[in-house]
């Protein structure tokens, strides 16, 4: 199997130090509260016009008092990261292209984008940025070459998350398996336990089911969302900007749980219908402890 070139594990290294050094400060019960990213779905709509009565939040298995945050005033930081590998390659590429351009024509001037690629080897191309003319620019100089270290990107992505405020989307898009990853998967979902990201992973639908990638999902309360083709993109692209601004913000205070460990989250909308996505927890103040 082929490796990374000696720079990369370096890079990855560099990154996972880095990361190692804000888990603990990330997506914790401290001053400021909580805040939980949550969609609610009946079918394949999502529910609009829910109030804070409408919701019941457990932490630890304890009823919380929640407000709801009005999204619209939270600036939206959309990270996309892109497989490059060769197999992308042509026709693929071209789409793969409009549909990140097509997300980036979807956000507001408060907004920012940034861009991470990866096939064998990862490159966190633009940083976090209001300008997004520059991100536009830079997926016009994708070459598509290599083999897909799919965890490797998405963890390079996660921790250019973790010094974040606003809200936090993460659109992964990979035709293909993981063939060359140097970090293992657990690596980057402790990561992804603690950051504010919302994950959206976009597959091809014949390719080998990731459980990895699922993991990493559902541990930030996202979803996986598999095309036939990469004429699919641009559709999916937009649909998943306008599911996440349709998605609540619940923001709460923890009261009668510990700080420190790891909180489990239960998020339903009791008397309805629904399907509620939400992240299953969050590591609390202090660290510490597994789920």
């Known amino acids: 199997m082929l490796r990374l070139p000696s720079a990369i594990p370096i890079a990855v290294l560099v990154l996972a130090a880095t990361a190692a050094a804000h888990m603990q400060t990330k ?6 509260g909580v805040r939980v990213d949550v969609l609610v779905m009946e079918g394949n709509r999502p529910v609009g016009g829910l109030t804070a009565r409408d919701f019941e939040l ?33 026709k693929r590429q071209q789409d793969l292209i409009g549909a990140s351009q097509a997300l980036l024509d979807g956000l507001r001037p408060v907004d920012r984008a940034g861009l ?11 940083a976090l940025t209001s300008d997004l003319a520059a991100v536009r620019a830079e997926l016009l100089h994708i070459s598509p070459h290599g083999l897909t270290a799919v965890m490797d990107g ?21 035709d293909g398996t993981d063939t060359s990853s140097w970090l293992q998967p657990q690596e980057v979902i402790e990561v992804a336990k603690r950051t504010n990201a919302v ?6 639908a014949d390719a080998k089911r990731s459980e990895a990638l699922k993991q990493i999902v559902e541990t930030t309360g996202g979803q996986v969302m598999p095309v036939k083709s990469s004429d699919e993109l641009r559709g ?21 749980v510990a700080p420190g460990g790891f909180h489990r989250l239960e998020v339903t909308v009791p008397n309805r219908r ?14 510490g402890g597994r789920p």
Request: glycine share 8%; net charge neutral; charged share 15%.
């Open 27 to 32: 997506f914790s019960s401290r001053a400021l």
């Open 199 to 204: 994950v959206y992973a976009v597959t091809a």
């Open 274 to 287: 629904v399907t509620v996505k939400a992240r299953p927890g969050y590591m609390g103040a202090g660290g």
């Open 58 to 90: 457990r932490d630890n298995g304890v009823a919380q008092k929640i407000e709801i945050v009005d999204a619209s005033d939270i600036p939206v930081n959309a990270i996309l990261a892109l497989d490059t590998s060769a197999s992308i390659a042509g």
């Open 116 to 126: 991470t690629t990866f096939s064998h080897a990862v490159v966190p191309a633009i």
């Open 154 to 174: 998405v963890y390079a992505a996660l921790a250019s998350t973790l010094d974040q405020s606003g809200r936090i989307l993460l659109v992964v898009c990979t």
């Open 236 to 256: 999916t692209f937009q649909r998943i900007l306008t599911e996440f601004r349709s998605r609540y913000v619940l923001a709460y205070s923890p009261e009668g």
